[in-house]
């Protein structure tokens, strides 16, 4: 099975949209839901099997705004040294 990430990204009018990864493949929508279509059509049925976790970024009791920006530091330095390799 393989791990697809659904990201909101903004283009430079501050627009937002969806990107969808899953491994060299990437696909946008203006919805999570469009991304992800977008990026099935591109896997080989085999490849994609479904098993949707959706996380919040909303702060709540559990996970502060304190937290989120720590884990959006340490999520962008991830990227960083991802695409590094």
């Known amino acids: ?3 697809v990430a659904i990201l909101p990204i903004s283009d430079a009018k501050g627009e937002k949209s969806y990107r969808a ?3 060299d493949k990437h696909s946008v929508g203006k919805t999570a ?3 992800l279509d ?4 591109q896997l080989d049925e085999i490849e994609f099997s479904a098993l949707l976790i959706i996380q919040s970024f909303r702060l709540d009791s559990f996970f502060n ?3 989120q920006e720590r884990l959006s530091e340490l999520m ?3 990227r960083l040294a991802r695409d590094q390799q």
Do not use: F, P, S, V
């Open 65 to 67: 705004a304190e937290q």
């Open 76 to 78: 962008n330095l991830w």
């Open 33 to 35: 839901g469009q991304a």
């Open 1 to 3: 099975m393989k791990t």
């Open 21 to 23: 990864i899953a491994e």
């Open 38 to 41: 977008a990026l099935n059509a």
